[in-house]
Each structure stands twice: as C-alpha cells, then as structure tokens.
C-alpha cells in the first residue's frame, strides 16, 4: 500500500474536525455529511463503500460517529488515519462538553438555551429522514428484493413488534452471510465450469 501524503492525513483530521464541530444530533446527522465529504467532494470512497462502512458503524458497539470516521480513516489512510478521524471526532464535543460543565447551572435554566435544544431537534429529525431516504434509494436502485425485505423487515420487527435491536442485528448477519456463502459458491461454480 502507497503511503498516503501528509495532505491527506491533514485532510482527514481537519475534515472530522469540522464535521465533529459544526454538527448537532449525532452519528446519524454527521454519517450524510461524510458522505458527502468524502464520496462526492474529495472522492475517495465510493458510494458502496460508505454504505458498508455505515453499516458496520451502526452494528458495532460505540457511537456512531467514532465509529464511523475509524472506519472511514482506516479505508483512507490505514492506521494513521483511523487515529487521525478519531481526533478529529472526539476533539470539538469533548471541549464543549468541558466548557458546558463549567456553565451547566446556567445552561440549564435559561429558556433561550431551551428553545435552541428544542428547534435543533426539528433540524435534526429532518437531517435523519434526509440519511434514510438516500440510503434507501441506493438499495433500492439495486433492485434486489433481499435488501429491500430485509429492511423492511427489520423495521416491522423493532418498531411494531419490540423485538430487541440485538436479536435483528444478528438476524441480519446470518441473512448477509447466508447470501454471500450462495453468491460465493455460485462464483466458484460459475469458474468450475
């Protein structure tokens, strides 16, 4: 592996940096603009690729956000970029959240700090709704039916029938194994023949 340049490691740090600074609402509202960061403005992941590393994001313990630019350092930039994200994520809300501190008592009872918290939600929430519908319109565009039921499924399983976040996790691992154990003997049979 070519070693990266000291610009993209100054990249990747200052990149997370910003995002980690100037978003409100967690990994699901950063993910959308790492994408959009690193797949269409810098073009150094592919759009399949951010979807895989979202979802390992998502299934792995931890926030998603760190998680996340872990995953997207190392893809890039290996070891030192991995470290480099992390950084660059966790830096602005643990400073924040010092500063807060400090102040908490202050934070807490003024209403305009209230009415901030409460119309950042909103912003938030459509953040969110933007993350699925794009994410939902690349697994559709496949045109596969597994993904699709998949999703659907899991969506049924948690929201109408409380079934724990774990046991469709898991569920969804054996159905994405199960169906990369068939592509892949169907491969190794395609080239036996």
């Not at 970029?81 to 966790?90: D, E, Q």
């Not at 724990?164 to 199960?178: D, L, R, T, Y």
Request: aromatic share 8%.
């Amino acid at each position: 592996m070519k070693e990266p340049k000291s610009h993209v490691y100054r990249e990747l740090f200052f990149s997370t940096l910003k995002l980690s600074a100037c978003t409100f609402g967690g990994g699901f509202v950063i993910i959308p603009l790492m994408r959009q960061r690193f797949v269409e403005q810098l073009g150094w992941i592919e759009e399949q690729e951010m979807l895989d590393l979202t979802a390992i994001a998502q299934s792995s313990p931890g926030a998603i956000a760190v998680n996340a630019s872990i995953l997207v350092g190392y893809h890039v930039a290996g070891v030192p970029g991995a470290l480099l994200t992390v950084l660059g994520t966790v830096l602005p809300p643990l400073i924040i959240l010092s500063v807060i501190s400090l102040f908490y008592q202050a934070f807490r009872d003024n209403a305009i700090v209230n009415m901030a918290m409460a119309g950042m939600l909103c912003g938030v929430a459509a953040v969110i709704f933007d993350v699925v519908c794009n994410m939902a319109k690349t697994v559709f565009q496949k045109k596969k039916a597994l993904p699709v039921l998949v999703m659907l499924g899991s969506f049924v399983a948690v929201r109408f029938f409380d079934v724990n976040i774990i046991i469709v996790i898991a569920v969804c691992g054996v159905i994405g194994a199960m169906e990369t154990w068939k592509r892949e003997a169907i491969l190794r049979e395609a080239r036996g023949a």
